[in-house]
Structures are given as C-alpha cells and as structure tokens.
C-alpha cells in the first residue's frame, strides 16, 4: 500500500496536467479530438517510453555526477547562493535556458539525421495531436539525450540543481505545448512556446516542415533561423503525410529498427559495389 501511495504521487505531476489539459481540449480545440482508442495507445507507448529513465535512471544519474567529478563541476560555474523564492526561481530559469538550448540542437538532429527521424517519428506520426501525444516517443530516444544533452551540460556548466521542481516544469510545459487547443501566445510566441507554435512543428503541411523545435524558449528557434510565426488561426493538421498512425505497441517498439538495417544493408550492397573489380 505504501509503495502505492509512492508511486501514485510521483505520477501526479504527469496525471494532472493530462486531466486538467484534456478536459480544456475537449471544449476549445484546435483540430479533431483524440479517440478513446488513440488515448489507450499513447499512454501505453508513453509508460514504455517512462520505463527507461525508471529503469536505469540510477545509472543515467551516476555516469553525469561521473562527467560533472571530471572537471569538478563544469568549466562555467553557474551556481549560486539562493536564500528566496526569486533566487530559487532564477536558479530554476538558468537550469531551463540551457537545457532548451542543447535540446533544441537534439531536436534538430532528429529531423535532419535519418537515423535519429527513424527514431523520432513515432512521436509525428500522431493525426490528432493533444496532451496525451506528449510522451508518446520512443524508448530510445531517453538513452540519446544523454550524450546530447546531460553530458555536454554537465561537462560545460556548474547549474544549480533542483531535479524535483525541474522535473514538474518540464512535464507540464511540455503536456501544455501538446495540447489540442486553439490558443496562441500572439507575439510572445517568439519567447515562450504555446501549443499553437509547437503545432506547427507537428504540421503535415510541407510550408511548416522542420520548424519551431525549442520546446520552452522559441528565441532559439528565431536565432538560428528555424521559427515560424503562426497567423492567428493557423491551426493545421498533424502527423506525417502519406504515412498512417500505428496500431500496436509493438509497432512502436520496434519502429526505428527496420530503417536502420535498410541502411545498413544499403551501406553493405554500396561497399560490395565499390569493392568489386570491373569485368
């Protein structure tokens, strides 16, 4: 029963955004509502994908204090005496500007590296985006933020670490950007990102393609020139066009696998033909 009880409220920071964003997708929706059976699904492939950091989350977080030991701390000390909420807070929003930073830069990659969008696509294919598709990724692609993100991270800065509150923030902003709801941040979407711009990065329109990939602060994206500002009922259709959702868990499973030995294969018959003397 204890065990219980435990387990209940570290599922409460992911549970209640879910409720409370599901029921406001309900009456002020952006596209089509998700099916009771899509919901099954992505909660299915979502508790998979929380089985890894659940799983190896001791082993993820001894190898980073490993890195952080090996240059005692990080070559930029960013950590400071907090006696308040305001210090505590901007504490907190240093931690958040990084790690938007490196992870815009993954996020890129998947896009743009076939081997990673093998990966990353099970989390595009969804036709009817909501908060439900937020952690509908892959179980591998927790394995590779770690040498994109907390490695460098921890090699480079000594952050203030709040793992808890971190944890929170993240999960909701990142069920909130998901979320099936007709509302747009006008021009603070260039700052703060809301689910109309990160609906346009979910976009199946070729115009929206490889856009918007910060997932806190789209200043990133406006910097290195990947924003797209939405007009102000520019709410379009999700997935990935020519390709229908999956059906089964195991599918998602198993998903990046058949990509990459298709081109591995195609590396081989390239080599052969390299290699092989002319007649």
Known sequence: MKFL???LIGLAPIAIPFVILGLLERR???GPLKSARG????IKVSLLYLAVPTLLGGLMAALILKVRGINRGGLINLDFARTGFWSEAAAVLIFLLIWDFFYYWWHRAQHEVK???ALHKLHHLDETLGVSSQMRVHWLEEIGRIPFIFI???LIFNL?????IIAVVLTAWTAFIHANLRLGLGRMSR???GPQVHRIHHSNLPRHFDQNYAALFPFYDVIFR????PAADEYPPTGIAGEPDLRTVSQAFVLPFPAWLAAFRNRLDSADEVNTPAA
Not at 39 to 42: H, P, S
Not at 160 to 164: I, L, V
């Open 5 to 7: 009880m435990i387990a």
């Open 28 to 30: 002020y929706p952006a």
């Open 39 to 42: 919901w099954i699904f992505n």
């Open 115 to 117: 081997a990673l969008w």
């Open 152 to 154: 460098p991270m921890a």
């Open 160 to 164: 203030p670490m709040h793992a808890g």
């Open 191 to 193: 700052v703060i990102a």
């Open 226 to 229: 990947t924003y797209y500002h």
